[in-house]
């Protein structure tokens, strides 16, 4: 028996995918041309996988601002801010988020994953209660299983299941806290959040959203689902992310809570990891400004969005239920998905292969991530590849076989 | 084993039905995830609708302790009991 004995199935699991083409989990690129294009086994691919909604990734003047970083403050911070000080640039970006949110206070955290992981960790305790979407990301779930709260989930995006389950816990002391997310990573579906905000207010739970996916995405000023949906005033907690519309890494909590600042030395995932390199918050900065000025890469992200979402339907695909950003295809089975990920990266082009239990009931989904700076030919272009494969795996109708059926 | 556990252990078999791939015989002894070939998320949902049938909070915490139909019964005896 060695240590890894217990993952044999999961490596079995793998196995047989890689044994199907090529390895989804490890795409390798030799070059990144642009935000949405790389080079793959030496062959141009649009990159339509990336979650680089705004292509801020290759941005000039985030550049600059992380090159002058880098150069005047170094590589690295090489500790957390607790042990070794924060640098300028931290307290500067959280500033400006507080601002860009309206909010009293805001903490950076050195990646998105971290920010879920320490602020739902640690907002519940023992006595209180966390109620989670059943489609939560990873994150949320790991939170889930560090805090020491009872977890309960509810139906994804049910805010009368919700209001069940609160109502279950009757009258047990103990702070409620709800966690949902403005676009749900997998099918690119956005949470009810008026109907959530309203359990919240009937039952005096807290309520935290995850804009991760919405940030820069959605609302008249990219502040995300809640801004779209005018419910802010309502929403205790808002936690994003840095590496998709921002273009780098990292993570992000804010919030009016008066006592939020206690977190800094509550918050272990805060505490005990060493806080962004300087350059990486500059580039961040930097791409919250250009956000803010530039509403226009908001809108060709949505042109972009539907042409892609309504490309794909009129070829027949089942798709998520809304135009987003993230465009998911779902196939009939696994096999086909695998089959259909590999052709497409074959034919030049790079997407998600996502698959159970990654994916809710089940599903096998090619992922889209849409991004402002694909061009129109770049959308047409994979369309007419999903076209083709899809007809080539039987999943479309082929134009041939209609015709002889009519004859 | 009395008439509540009895009753408990009959509709867990009763939820578990839409999960499974293939009909299986299921007893008290029967481990969920190894048995059943049920993924993490699939005895997540299965446990939602018990939750529903049962009128009771299974928190996330007390699914991790539990490896056989028996505990699972066990462990909505004891959360039925506590409402």
Same mark, same amino acid.
């Given at each position: ?138 994150? !949320? ?237 770049? !959308? ?12 080539r795996l039987g999943v479309l109708p082929t134009p041939g076989l209609v015709v002889q059926a009519a004859e | 084993m009395d008439a509540e556990d009895d009753e408990i252990v009959a509709e867990i078999i009763r939820a578990l039905g839409p999960s499974l791939q293939s009909p299986v015989t299921i007893t008290t002894d029967t481990n969920i995830t190894r048995d059943l070939g049920l993924d993490s998320l699939a005895v997540m949902d299965f446990v939602m609708v018990l939750e529903d049938r049962f009128d009771i909070s299974i928190p996330?915490?007390? !699914? ?20």
């Amino acid at each position: 028996m060695t240590i890894l004995a217990k993952f044999s199935p999961l490596r079995e699991n793998y196995e047989r995918l890689r044994a199907l083409g090529h390895d989804p989990f490890s795409v390798k690129f030799e070059r990144i041309v642009s935000p949405t294009e790389g080079v793959l086994r030496g062959k141009r691919t649009i990159l339509l996988g990336t979650n680089n909604y705004l292509g801020l990734t290759f941005d000039p003047s985030c550049i600059d601002a992380g090159v002058a970083a880098l150069e005047g403050q170094g590589t690295g911070t090489t500790g957390s801010r607790i042990a070794n000080g924060t640098y300028g640039g931290h307290g500067d970006l959280e500033a400006a988020l507080a601002d860009f949110y309206g909010r009293q206070h805001c903490m950076v955290f050195t990646t998105g994953y971290q920010a879920n992981l320490g602020i739902i960790s640690t907002l519940v305790g023992k006595d209180d209660f966390l109620l989670i979407d059943s489609d939560s990301h990873a994150s !949320i779930y790991d939170a889930a299983k560090m805090g020491t709260a009872p977890v309960v989930r509810f139906r994804h995006n049910d805010p009368d299941d919700l209001y069940k389950r609160l109502r279950r816990l009757g009258d047990q002391p103990g702070n409620k806290l709800v966690v949902v997310e403005g676009i749900y990573s997998m099918l690119g579906d956005t949470a009810p959040l008026k109907e959530f905000v309203q359990v919240k207010r009937e039952t005096g739970a807290f309520l935290l959203v995850d804009e991760a996916h919405s940030m820069g995405v959605l609302g008249e000023n990219g502040r995300g689902l809640a801004e779209q949906e005018g419910v802010e005033d309502d929403v205790d907690f808002t936690v994003g992310t840095f590496s998709k519309s921002l273009g780098a890494v990292g993570g992000f909590c804010v919030s009016d809570h008066p006592d939020f600042d206690i977190l800094r030395v509550a918050c272990r995932p805060y505490m005990f990891t060493a806080s962004l390199p300087p350059s990486v918050i500059a580039t961040t900065l930097q791409a919250l400004k250009r956000m803010r000025e530039e509403p226009g890469l908001r809108r060709r992200l949505t042109a972009n969005a539907e042409r892609l979402y309504y490309g794909l339907k009129g070829l027949g695909f089942e798709l998520g239920p809304e135009p987003n950003p993230i465009v998911s295809v779902m196939l009939p089975n696994k096999e086909l998905a695998i089959a259909a990920w590999n052709m497409l990266l074959e034919a030049g082009l790079y997407l998600n292969l996502a698959l159970p239990p990654a994916t809710p009931n089940s599903l096998a989904l090619l992922r889209s991530s849409v991004s402002a700076a694909h061009t129109p030919a770049q !959308i047409d272009t994979a369309i007419e590849l999903f076209g083709q494969v899809g007809r080539r795996l039987g999943v479309l109708p082929t134009p041939g076989l209609v015709v002889q059926a009519a004859e | 084993m009395d008439a509540e556990d009895d009753e408990i252990v009959a509709e867990i078999i009763r939820a578990l039905g839409p999960s499974l791939q293939s009909p299986v015989t299921i007893t008290t002894d029967t481990n969920i995830t190894r048995d059943l070939g049920l993924d993490s998320l699939a005895v997540m949902d299965f446990v939602m609708v018990l939750e529903d049938r049962f009128d009771i909070s299974i928190p996330l915490e007390r !699914i991790a302790e539990v490896e056989t139909v028996g505990d699972l019964a066990r462990t909505i005896r004891e959360l039925r009991g506590r409402s």
